[in-house]
């Protein structure tokens, strides 16, 4: 370990055995009550705090009947701070609190854990102000139980200031909680029921009829990368639409494959692939128009004047939308603007600004997305931090961007599944679709641990409400894949692949039967989507089709035999 980690190690132990003399925080043994989860979050700064989630949870304040229990530190650097014993293994701890700050005007502010002795971890982040209240909202789990943890306060530049913590709350929830308000929210917000009335041609009710109703198309939109590789190849092709009802194009609409010398423009292999998917009537994202990262920026472009790049992106944006104007439901517009800023240094800081504005004239119908990674997966890069994300997509949106998507990569290392909670509750505030772009797992996880961990992201992401799609980042090369592979080259499922085909299962109705009640009804739950519904009765049979669309009312369907 480090000497400022191991110097950060001590201060925490000395901390703890202070908080436990002086404080006056009660110590609580982390037990899971019964209670559903809190998906409240805020991103707008207010003149006081509200009340803490929970009721703070298992943060108790012994010296204080006061609900806020406020907290201050001179120094912002390890306190203030919470104790808590006894936290558990495997149990998802949510927590949030509201910041303020004295000594400079805004600031990152990182809440970390210290569990005993050990290393500290990042459990959420805030850009909190000195005028107002700003609302943290983080999580975590645990590899191992632990005696004393010590959740603090760091200013992130470690810059003097004061830092007061009001309604602060850690709320624990068993593995059984958590998966059942997974499956409470697919219920509400990817399911919906439905009544067949079956009568005959007088309108008299038919009762004892067969009833079988077969889903045949899913609303909501799971896919995956493709690459040119599956132009061509018959057996990837039936292998991909036999699964995925979206897709995305993985280097072939970038700026560097379509041009890549000045003036040499190659659409064949884009225009094939997008054949493809049109044939199949899977819809597709349009990834991406521009990438801020100078080392995906084509060679010639870099050495443009500024004069000659501002025409080279117009006529870059000109060429590809009006190629596919209608034809990609998504534009990534400005690809990583969080991390890198290749345009806006040469363009100036309205470069994205105008990119979106030229793309929403040539493709008004283009819901365009801002796309980044590391917001989701990780709290530790203060690059992409859900407030900056959330600041960004506000600026841009007050400049007169018609901004509609917010596109979260999802390259995960070992998911903190509560901190993805948390991160998807304060983005939900927006109220734009929420898309996972680029799901994968590091391949520095045996195959098995990709598993487990893809299926915990799927999860958490397919039952957030707020996420309207989720696409994986694994398009099939003969050499494998960018981190994670779905299937060999011989399309033989890899472990990833069996939690995928076992997720898409479980979330379709497939053939519900039944027969019509005394009152010539047949009721079932079926997800989102396209149905087609058979009825028998006395040697005469029926079919018709209809459609589950989002809704909290009973959809109504009568066939007539």
Not at 271 to 296: C, K, P, T, Y
Not at 324 to 343: I, K, S, T
Not at 364 to 377: D, W
């Amino acid at each position: 370990m480090r000497s400022g980690s191991s110097a950060l190690r001590h201060a925490v132990v000395f901390l703890v055995s202070w908080m436990v003399a002086h404080c006056g925080t009660e110590l609580v043994a982390a037990v899971p009550p019964a209670g559903w989860y809190d998906y409240t979050a805020y991103t707008d700064c207010r003149g006081q705090p509200e009340p803490a989630q929970y009721n703070g949870g298992i943060l108790k304040y012994s010296n204080s009947d006061d609900p806020t229990g406020y907290k201050t530190t001179e120094t912002g650097v390890l306190s203030p701070a919470f104790v808590v014993y006894d936290l558990n293994k495997t149990t998802m701890y949510t927590f949030s609190g509201w910041i303020k700050l004295e000594g400079s005007s805004s600031a990152l502010i990182t809440a970390r854990l210290a569990p005993d002795n050990s290393s500290t971890r990042c459990i959420g982040t805030v850009l909190a102000r000195s005028d107002c209240w700003s609302f943290l909202k983080g999580g975590f789990v645990l590899d191992w139980p632990t005696q004393t943890s010590v959740v603090f306060f760091q200013n992130a530049d470690r810059t003097p200031m004061k830092i007061t913590v009001a309604s602060g709350s850690l709320q624990p929830f068993s593995t059984d909680q958590w998966s059942m308000h997974q499956k409470d929210t697919i219920r509400k917000r990817r399911k919906r029921m439905a009544t067949i009335h079956v009568a005959d041609p007088h309108g008299t009710r038919v009762v004892g009829a067969t009833v079988s109703v077969q889903q045949t198309a899913k609303d909501f939109p799971f896919g995956s990368a493709i690459a040119s590789t599956i132009l061509g190849n018959d057996a990837y092709q039936k292998w991909f639409v036999d699964r995925f009802n979206a897709a995305v194009f993985e280097d072939e609409l970038k700026w560097y494959s379509t041009e890549p010398a000045s003036g040499l423009l190659r659409f064949d292999v884009p225009d094939q692939m997008l054949a493809f998917v049109r044939s199949h009537r899977v819809m597709v994202r349009g990834h991406n128009i521009f990438w801020e990262n100078q080392e995906a920026t084509p060679r010639w472009v870099k050495g443009l004047s500024p004069e000659d790049l501002r025409s080279a992106v117009n006529t870059r944006i000109q060429s590809l939308m009006t190629r596919y104007r209608g034809e990609f439901a998504h534009w990534d517009v400005n690809n990583e603007m969080l991390h890198y800023n290749f345009y806006e240094q040469r363009l100036g800081p309205n470069a994205t600004m105008d990119f979106f504005s030229v793309a929403q004239d040539a493709d008004p119908l283009a819901t365009l997305f801002m796309n980044e990674y590391n917001v989701i997966e990780t709290c530790d890069d203060v690059s992409s931090t859900v407030d900056a994300y959330v600041a960004r997509l506000k600026d841009l949106r007050a400049g007169g961007a018609v901004l509609e998507g917010i596109g979260l990569e999802g390259h995960f290392s070992k998911p903190n599944i509560p901190y993805m909670r948390a991160v998807l509750d304060k983005l939900a505030t927006l109220n734009l679709p929420i898309w996972f772009t680029e799901i994968d797992i590091n391949n520095k996880f045996d195959a098995q641990t990709q598993a487990v961990y893809l299926e915990q992201v799927l999860r958490e992401a397919y039952a957030h409400p707020a996420v309207s799609g989720v696409m994986l980042w694994t398009a099939l090369h003969q050499s494998g894949c960018y981190q994670m592979c779905l299937t060999d080259w011989n399309l033989n499922n890899l472990p990833v692949g069996d939690v995928v085909d076992r997720l898409l299962q479980e979330w379709q109705t497939g053939q519900a039967t039944g027969a019509s009640d005394a009152h010539g009804a047949y009721s079932f739950s079926g997800y989102h989507g396209e149905y087609v519904v058979t009825v028998n009765s006395a040697n005469t049979s029926a079919q018709s089709t209809f459609s589950l669309s989002p809704g909290d009312e009973t959809r109504h369907i009568t066939v007539q035999i």
